[in-house]
C-alpha cells in the first residue's frame, strides 16, 4: 500500500492511497469519525477506474490529524484480529459437527 501526502495543515491532512478503494476507505472513515477529536473525515475517488482514493481528515483544537489516522489504523487492525479470531472459532464448530 503506497501512501502519499497530499496536503498538510495543523488541524487537516489530505493522503492519496494507491491501490485501495471503497471497502477499506469507508472502513476507515467509520472508524475515524467514531473518534471525538474528529471534526470531519472522508475520502472521494475521483475516477473509479484510473484514480486513487484521497482520504480527508479535519480535528478538533489541537490534535494532530497523523494521530489519528495512526490510532483509527490501529483500532482496524485490532478489529479485524478479533473478527478472524471469531470466524475461525466458528468455523472449527462448524466442521465439528
Keep these: 500500500m503506497n501512501v502519499k501526502v497530499l496536503e498538510r495543515k495543523p488541524n487537516e491532512l489530505r493522503i492519496e492511497i494507491a491501490g485501495e478503494g471503497h471497502t477499506f476507505c469507508n472502513t476507515l472513515q467509520k472508524v475515524l469519525l467514531e473518534d471525538e477529536t474528529i471534526e470531519a473525515a472522508g475520502y472521494n475517488i475521483p475516477h473509479p477506474l484510473v484514480s486513487n482514493p484521497i482520504i480527508s481528515i479535519q480535528t ?10 495512526r490510532e483509527a489504523v490501529e483500532k482496524l487492525r485490532t478489529r479485524s484480529k478479533e473478527f478472524r479470531v471469531s470466524f475461525e472459532k466458528a468455523l472449527k464448530e462448524w466442521q465439528q459437527k
Design 60 to 69: 478538533k483544537g489541537k490534535r494532530h490529524p497523523e494521530t489519528a489516522l
